[in-house]
């Protein structure tokens, strides 16, 4: 026993608390949550096999629209607005703060300041911002003469045909996300500093303006970074949670409008201890980004342009 | 050679302690117990000034035992539930909590419960069933057993501005209110509105979260024990939330969700009474402590102070209120696997006043501002005079020994307490024209549902012999 012991390489031995923590802590619950997917399990007695009955709920859920199927539209909105918008405005102040004018340093911490302050100071800061009566952002809408909006209590979703333009719970979390894109800024920002300024002399030189020289330069020198983010983003806004919890204090209202599938999930598991029934949810999460993922990246070839292949 | 083996080891070792090390003091805190006394770990979510309260309480019990030793450990927050759900999987449950949640039947159904009658004797359960208020009585018991004990009623009753309804509706305000005819009256002729029409102080808003206790006011149930049957869409429980609908008509949905968003900017979520922004509030008895203190600054600043009332939540014109409203409550829980169920059951009668200790809990009812779980406890002098200098609370107090309903003692009961406040959020709140009824029937399924699969469930492990 020691013999073997012994031969064992230093390195296991300091890798092994690691190793320790993620198979306890990540493989069993990650293989066993899949189990638990087909019983009856509440944690307090022993899961009981039941089949595909969680599937078969989360599918009739899905038909009616209630239930996993509210959750999934809600998030499928959230993330389909703050992915887009969190890219494109990151893009755009990584750009204009790459400009050398005076007070540069001074603009790039402050754009980058908020995604440093904790989610909940922030969340917190944005239920002041957009309360519908004493916020400063509908004040603002009123002194544009645009109508003040409901915000965190409305059920209105801006970009359906039924409620256009008219700014609900959904969209107020979205605005709200846009708050953190300093982190993706700040990766672009590296990124312009590395694009070779020759090319941007050379286009110069062929005629192109600051418009084409953006569009056809800049933007394929950084698609390989707006893929990353656009990946990232979309797991990390599936996965929202602590600002939904925090501004609907962890209901999902008003009337389910912010009941994301992370939030849904969790009062599923540990409010009415239907763990089995979370586990099945979080399988689909899993396999609806795993799909979401290989589809970005099968349409990614047509228009991220890594360094290698054009230096090819 | 051997030499880098022997290091190897004695890496290997000190890894191993490390580990052992974190694991025993993250799993065994310590704590000061007195010798010869059993220590009672005791989570509570109570924070601020009803925090120091509940330490007082414990010193006092500390200081009247030779036997057990409370350790009070405060949770403020929402999860209080969660965390002790996942002490009890965990396998290590403090001996007490105290929590006011409906969670008695989910967590006893799955047996993470310890029944009192596994800690009591006979004669005292029977002498504590009683001794109970009937909601106290209802607020602990699942299947007929006693699973909580409450140490505290939730009594709600609407709140008015009297200076302010006088002014505004050039009439005195009544001593209670004879229908919800006249509520609406009331409630109508103290809105405010701007020279656009606008709200900016209504009379009376009602909340969705509140169907509850209009419900069962206007004769309602939401449950029917003897059929084993959710009653969410009752006729009474229907008309009820069709008359709070009618303040969305009145008002227009958004005007609602945009007023009632505003009460959350007030500061310190003052209590909107007091700001103004409503003559008559639905709340619970613990807003009579904010109307105190807002009147003794009244005075201190030399101004003549608002009077304030309580009214009990009146029904239709023509009918007796069915109920006096919707009750939850504190309740000490004893999760199963505790060390020390006995010590843990001590402290509870210390706090509640079973068994002889009806003084100690009229004064942690005067000290709290508590409502007592037992006649017995609010006939004491030590309360009584509490009552004489609190007028206010004293109707609260008087409300909670009539009919008082909690929220059905089912399993699912949070999840039915989420769907039916939807059901009310959404139809006062949506823009579309929705039926009370339809929405009712959605929640009634849902709820109806959840009970179905755990029977399956249930019946699966008996067949199963788990």
């Not at chain 1, 198979?23 to 899961?47: G, H, N």
């Not at chain 2, 509570?44 to 006092?60: K, L, P, S, T, Y």
């Amino acid at each position: 026993m020691m013999r073997a012991l012994k031969r064992i390489p230093a390195g296991w031995w300091f890798i092994s608390p690691w190793l320790l923590g993620l198979a306890l802590l990540f493989i069993y619950p990650f293989v066993a949550s899949l189990y638990w997917s087909f019983c009856r399990y509440d944690m307090l007695s022993a899961p009981r096999w039941i089949g595909t009955e969680h599937y078969q709920r989360i599918a009739a859920e899905l038909w009616r629209g209630d239930g996993f199927g509210q959750a999934l539209w809600n998030t499928a909105y959230f993330a389909a607005l703050s992915v887009p918008l969190s890219i494109v405005l990151a893009v755009l102040l990584a750009v204009m703060l790459s400009w050398r004018v005076r007070g540069q340093v001074i603009f790039r911490t402050l754009f980058y300041l908020p995604a440093i302050i904790p989610l909940v100071a922030s969340s917190i800061l944005w239920m002041w911002l957009l309360n519908p009566t004493a916020g400063i952002v509908n004040h603002l809408l009123g002194w544009l003469g645009l109508a003040p909006q409901l915000w965190f209590n409305g059920i209105e979703e801006a970009a359906s045909p039924s409620t256009l333009l008219s700014f609900g719970s959904k969209d107020a979390l979205v605005l709200m996300s846009t708050w953190g894109v300093g982190n993706f800024m700040l990766i672009y920002l590296a990124a312009l500093g590395d694009i070779p300024h020759q090319l941007y002399d050379a286009a110069e030189l062929d005629g192109a303006g600051r418009f084409r020289r953006f569009r056809h330069l800049t933007l394929p020198m950084l698609s390989p970074l707006i893929f990353f983010n656009l990946v990232l983003g979309l797991i990390q806004s599936v996965q929202a949670f602590t600002q939904v919890y925090l501004v609907s204090e962890g209901t999902g209202e008003p009337i389910g409008s912010t009941l994301v599938l992370s939030l849904h999930l969790f009062l599923a598991a540990f409010q009415d201890l239907e763990m089995g029934y979370a586990s099945a949810m979080a399988w689909l999460l899993f396999v609806i980004l795993l799909i979401a993922t290989a589809l970005l990246f099968r349409w990614s070839r047509g228009w991220v342009h890594y360094r290698a292949s054009l230096g090819g | 050679m051997q030499a880098n083996n022997i290091d190897r080891l004695k890496l290997a070792t000190g890894l191993l302690l490390l580990v052992l090390l974190i694991v025993l003091t993250a799993t065994r805190p310590r704590a000061s117990v007195p010798a010869g006394r059993e220590e009672v770990v005791f989570w509570h979510f109570w924070g601020g000034h009803d925090r120091r309260v509940v330490e007082e309480i414990v010193n006092r019990f500390n200081q009247s035992q030779d036997r057990h030793f409370v350790r009070a450990v405060a949770m403020p927050g929402n999860n209080l539930d969660m965390k002790m759900f996942l002490a009890v999987t965990g396998g290590d449950p403090p001996d007490l909590i105290n929590q006011d949640d409906p969670i008695v039947a989910d967590w006893a159904h799955r047996g993470a419960l310890l029944p009192l009658d596994e800690i009591a004797s006979p004669a005292e359960i029977e002498q504590l069933n009683g001794w109970l208020l009937p909601a106290a009585r209802q607020l602990g018991s699942y299947q007929q057993r006693l699973y909580g004990l409450a140490n505290g009623l939730d009594i709600r009753a609407l709140y008015y501005n009297r200076t302010l309804i006088e002014q505004r509706s050039g009439q005195p305000a009544p001593r209670q209110l004879a229908s919800i005819e006249q509520l609406d009256r009331l409630a109508e002729a103290c809105v405010v509105e701007d020279p656009d029409g606008q709200p900016t102080a209504l009379g009376f808003l009602p909340d969705p979260r509140r169907l509850w206790a209009w419900g069962v006011v206007f004769g309602g149930a939401f449950y029917d024990a003897d059929t084993k049957r959710v009653t969410a869409a009752d006729p009474a429980n229907v008309e009820a939330l069709q008359w709070m609908a009618s303040y969305r008509h009145r008002f227009g949905p958004d005007n609602l969700a945009a007023f009632r968003q505003g009460d959350q900017s007030l500061p310190g979520k003052t209590f909107p009474l007091l700001a103004g922004r409503y003559a008559i509030v639905l709340d619970g008895q613990w807003r009579v402590r904010d109307i105190r203190a807002a009147r003794q600054q009244q005075l201190e600043q030399g101004q003549p102070p608002t009077e304030y009332g309580v009214w009990q939540l009146p029904a239709p014109r023509g009918r007796q209120a069915a109920a006096e409203g919707w009750v939850n409550g504190n309740l000490f829980l004893v999760p199963r696997g505790c060390r020390n169920a006995a010590g843990s059951w001590e402290f509870m009668k210390f706090w509640s006043g079973f068994g002889g200790h009806e003084a100690e809990a009229a004064r942690i009812a005067s000290q709290g501002g508590w409502i007592p779980v037992s006649q017995q406890v609010m006939d004491h002098p030590l309360f009584v005079q509490y009552l004489e200098e609190n007028p206010l609370f004293a109707e609260f107090v008087r409300l909670a020994a009539g009919r008082q309903v909690p929220t059905p003692v089912i399993p699912g009961a949070r999840l039915y307490y989420r769907q039916l406040n939807q059901a009310a959020g959404r139809l006062l709140y949506s823009k579309q024209e929705l039926s009370a009824r339809e929405l009712l029937e959605q929640t009634t399924r849902a709820v109806q549902q959840h009970l179905q699969r755990l029977e399956r469930h249930d019946a699966g492990s008996a067949g199963g012999g788990s």
